[in-house]
């Protein structure tokens, strides 16, 4: 595994004051903002999920892997354009692959620095998206992805008995069974994925994180 690694894990929420300057509310406190905009989605589109523009990120955590040390991102800062700037701040330079479970993440990432009108990280565009589910849990479309994810973390990444981790938690469980699909499909011998697993270790933070 030598192309650098970054192992994201993003939660979203969304970005109430974009949506107030995009429609009148009213009174309408953030809830009830969320609660009709996710209806007008449903009726207009038969889906809630958001774009990018109106798509926060709220909590955000990165195993980073420069290929010769690991570091752990987030928390970092209350606002999102803080959580961003640490994570850039961390980007390995070169060819980076960037792991998440469903490949949304550099997308996401792009669309979120453009908001904010923030410079993406050296070498952003040209590196892979590796969307980690597709890879080691194919499923039938209408199994819930999230289900099979924990399911996934828990059986082969260590990722204790919770329905909820922490990002950073999440992230450490992701980066493991990456690292295990390296090592399964030739990408990474047994002495080099043991060296990622002591450093991973060595990093001192536990699944409750």
Do not use: N
């Amino acid at each position: 595994m030598t192309t650098a690694t970054v192992v994201l894990v993003a939660h979203t929420a969304l970005d109430v004051d974009a949506a107030r300057r995009l429609a009148d509310y009213g009174a309408l406190d953030d809830a009830g903002v969320a609660r009709a905009l996710e209806q007008v989605h449903m009726q207009r589109w038969g889906r809630a999920d958001l774009p990018g523009h109106l798509c926060r990120i709220e909590r955000l955590a990165a195993v980073v892997d420069d290929g010769h040390a690991l570091s752990l991102i987030g928390p970092a800062g209350a606002h999102e354009r803080d959580r961003l700037a640490a994570l850039f701040d961390a980007w390995p330079t070169g060819a980076v692959a960037l792991v998440d479970w469903d490949g949304v993440a550099r997308a996401l990432l792009a669309a979120r620095a453009l908001v904010h009108d923030m410079p993406l990280p050296d070498g952003f565009s040209t590196g892979r998206a590796c969307a980690l589910g597709a890879r080691v849990a194919p499923a039938p479309a209408d199994h819930p992805a999230a289900r099979v994810e924990l399911e996934c973390l828990r059986l082969m990444a260590g990722l204790g008995a919770t329905d909820e981790p922490a990002p950073a938690a999440r992230a450490i469980a992701r980066y493991r069974l990456w690292l295990r699909w390296q090592y399964v499909t030739g990408t990474v011998d047994a002495g080099d994925r043991a060296a990622r697993e002591a450093r991973l270790a060595g990093l001192g933070i536990g699944d409750g994180t």
